[in-house]
Structure formats: C-alpha cells, structure tokens
C-alpha cells in the first residue's frame, strides 16, 4: 500500500508543469498501468500466461461505445455492458482452458488463438465495428465534481485527473486482493500446482477468478483509451497489445504492485525521450524486453528491492 | 469447379510443405531444448531475403544462392543461440518472450536494410507443366519435391545415425543420454541452429514463388506451432502432414467461405485438437 502511496504526489504535477507532452505521456502511462496490472495478477501471482488481454482491452473499447451510442447511456453506465460482455467471455475461454487442464505454452497458444479469432470476427463485422477503418469517438465521459455539477471530461488536464484517479484505484484494488487469501491462494496455484491441489484449493476457480478479473481490467482501460483517443479501431486486439502488456510487467517488475506502472511509464516514455523512428523503436523495444529478461528477471521494481519477496 | 478445388488442393499442399517445414523445426526444438523459438518465421525471412539479395542484387545463380542464405540463417541461429537461448534453456515462458524480442529486432532490421516495400524476384525455374485442366508451376513442384526431401533425410538421419540416436535418446532422458556421452549442450546448440537453416531454406524457396515483405515470418511461425501442435509434438513426418492439412484447408476453404477466415481454420484445428486428442492427430513421440 505504502508503494501506491507514492503515487499521490502525481495529482499535483499540473500545478507544476502544463507540458502537454508529458502530461500525456502519463496518461497513456495510466491507462495502460491499469491494463498492466491485470495482466500482473493473472501472470505474475496466478502464473498463468495468458494471450487474450488484447482481445478483452479492444473488446472493451468497442462494448463500451457501442453501447453508449445504441442504448444511449452515459460512459460509466455504459460500462457495464462492457465488463458484462468480457466476463463472458473470459468465463467461457477460461473455463475450456483450466477445464482441459492446459498449461504453460499450451494455455498461451490457445487463449492467443482466441484472441485472434476475435480479432477476426471484430475485423468482419462491418456492420457493427466499421471494419478496419474503425469507429471515430465523439462522446466523452462525464463526472459529477462537487460544486461544478456534471463536468464533460475532456482536455488533458481532465483526462490527467480521471486516469490517475482510475489508475489509483486499480491499484488499491489489486493490493488488496493479492494481499488476502485470494492472493496466496494464487501465489500457490503459481508455486506448485499439485501442492496447492492437494492443500485443498480449487485451482480451477482460482484461476478462472485471476483470468478474469485481469481481462475486465484490461476492458476498461479499452474503454478509457478509445475514449481518450477518440477512434476505436481492430488493431486493439491484435497480438502486439498483448505483447506491450507482457513486457510492461516484465520490465517493470513481475509480482510487485508498482511494477506494472514503473513498466509502463517506461514503455510509454523512452519512445518519447529519444527521436527515434519506427523500425529503431521496434528494435529498441525488443532489445529491452531481451534485457529485462536476461538480466533483470524480476524487472526494474525487482532490482531495486534488497530482499527477494517471500511469496 | 472441380478443376478450380483442384488446383486450390496442390496450392494448399505447396504453401503447407512450407508451414511444415517451420513445423519441423518447432518440433525438434522443442523435444529436446524444451523451448518454442517464436523468432523462427524471421530466420526465414532472413533466408528469403538473402536469396533475393544474392540473385537480383549480386546476381548469383539460384542454387549458390540458396545454399549460402542457409549458411547465413544458420549463423544467424546460431548467433541467436549462443547469446539469447542458451541461458532460456527449458525455460519455456522466458524463451517465449526472448524470441518474441528478438522478431522485433529482426524485423526492424529487415525494414531497416530493405524497407517495408515487398520485393519480388525474377523468375528462377519458369513454365509449368499441364495435368488434364490444371497448370502447375515447375518451380512449385520441385519446392514441394524439395521440401519433402528434406523432412525424410531429417527423419532417417534421426533414425540411423548416431547423432539421430543421440538426439532421441536426450528427448527421452536427458540425464541418461548425458551419461552415456551425450554433449547435451552442443546438441541443443546444434538443434537450434539446425531448425534455423530448416527455416532459412524454406524461406529461399518461398522467396523463389511469393513476393517477400519483412512482415512474412509472422504468419508462418503461427502456422508452423499450429501444424506441429496439430500433427503432435515430437512427431516429425506428422509435423509435415499437419502442415499440408492446415495449408489444403486454408485453400479448399477459402473457395467456400469469406477469405477473411483463411487464418481462422488453423486457430479452430488448435483449440480442437488440444482440447480432444492432446497428443496431435499422430500422437507425439514423448
């Protein structure tokens, strides 16, 4: 808890600078923390590498907007129908997975194939999703403040406050549920699975509880970023969003509460801080996720920690 | 139509050689370093673009070419090998994420060297010969007789000399195998560099027939997991079988139902198969 604390401080950067860059770099930071740290929970305490966050994360998007614009409701209520639709989902992809018992390699190639069958059903489905060429995003999210009433979020400062805020509580959330009993009970589905069988934990719904849990997550970061970009499109679902994910927990710090955003803020940034043109950055990326791996296995957080975590 | 079915029937057998023979190298690295190389479609990318450079560019004839951008998809495995997956050594998540690094990396440098733009090469076996209604390629079919060839020199060297011996026996029992004399490192080393020249020679032949673009290994990295997961794991005739099943459903299937679900069948073939029958459709050889 104390790590998230650290976080706070954030709510004051506008106050100091009104760089719009950096602004918005932390706010794709934020967005993207929030999918990160779902995918931590499934990965890094459930052990469980799964493929299919990319395919909650644009599902999410386009659930949320297409539910905003046909049952005409406001973006938080809209939600709901978006978290609806990815728990399905998720329950479903995740009961055949853990059901037939696969693990490991297995796991991540069949939840990719069904990431990318979404991907394909998205990318076909004219009629709802506009195809490739995606859908535009005119609405923005509204909050009631105290004092201003009902306030349109839009700009960077808005956006700022709203993802940090978003971001936060995530966080919260996550510390919270990895530290209870849900959370051992995870680490020792991760640790042994047969022990953990035989201690008397249902694996199955365990980690069916990490699968999905992290997908929603994901969605509504979806959500936050189709919202914040303003355009929607079937690339959201496409395995190098996963990957981004994967690599942000990775580099950042597997297992820790910070990590995931540390990684994100990374990823989001050093494209920024040095001029690099597209193929650079590809290659610069996968160098880091190489690196990270060889020589830093428990990332950045990790590194920096004296002792090893003890579960 | 019958023709039409036809025709799209060799097709799918020729692209499925080729899935194959990634299949093949996905099998073998798998038994015996206990890691998938996801990097895999690049060294055959890197093998189809040192033949387009070697014959359009440095105009050599196609069989030098071919031959040397063996040599360079092996060095570069081997390159691969020594500083990345030797210390991913059965590890599978870690190995999975090292080489989904390293196709970053060479696929920046393939549009770095030669840019985004697909190339084409000039005809290196032109005409083609008639059965009945259907017209096939010469450079096809000796691709396809190619290929073939070398999964069944891959099979009996794995079955009749010591090194194959040698090779089984490490998938069977590694401890074992390292006490009767076995260099288990230099074997793994040797596999992983052999899947690579594997991958860099089908991707001279692909370069031969298709038109190449640096984004190519990734569609055939998918399909190669698919077809090995498909025919079972360890089974290398099942996995160039698995490849021409996945290749002629892909075809015969787009002629029926909207193209755009070309790259679904595989995807369905994998969740049915692991979900059913496990062990692939031949049974692997764990």
Known sequence: MTSIGLLVPLYLLPAVTHNEVV??????????????????????????????HAAAFGIGSYATYLAMVGLKLPFWLALLPAVAVVTALSLLVGWICFQFRLKEFYFAVVTLAFAELARLVVLNWTSLTNGTLGLLVLE???VWLPGAGVTRIDGTFAWYWLTLTALLLVACASAILVRSWIGRNLSAIRLNEDLAQTLGINIFRYKL????????????????????????????????QSLDAIAMVLLGGIGSILGPIVGAFLLTALPHAIDLTAEVRAATYGAILILAILVMPRGIVGFFRRRPRAS | MSQVIAGQFLNGIIVGTLYGIIALGVTMT?????????????????GAYAVWHLTDVARLPFPVAAGLAIIIAALAGFLADQTLFRFTRNNLVNGLLVSIGLISVIESAAIYFYTATPKNMDFVLSGSWSVGEITLSRMKVLSFGLLVAVVALTWAGLARTWLGRATRAYAQNPEAAMLMGVRTSALQTGVVVYSCALAGFGGALYASLYSLEPSMGALFILKGVEAAILAGVGNLPGALVGGIILGVTESVGSLFLPVAFRDAYGLVFLVAILLFRPAGLFGGQK
């Open chain 1, 23 to 52: 602004l918005t770099i932390l706010i794709f930071t934020f967005i993207l923390g929030i999918m990160a740290t779902g995918f931590n929970i499934v990965f890094g305490h459930a052990g469980q590498l799964t493929m299919f």
């Open chain 2, 30 to 46: 798998f038994g015996i370093t206990g890691i998938v190389n996801f990097a895999l479609g690049q060294f055959m990318m890197i």
């Open chain 1, 209 to 240: 509880l990490a699968f999905t849990v992290s997908n929603v997550l994901a969605a509504f970061a979806g959500a936050l970023f189709g919202f914040y970009t303003n355009y929607i499109e079937p690339a959201y679902l496409s395995v190098t």
């Open chain 1, 140 to 142: 923005k999210p509204t």
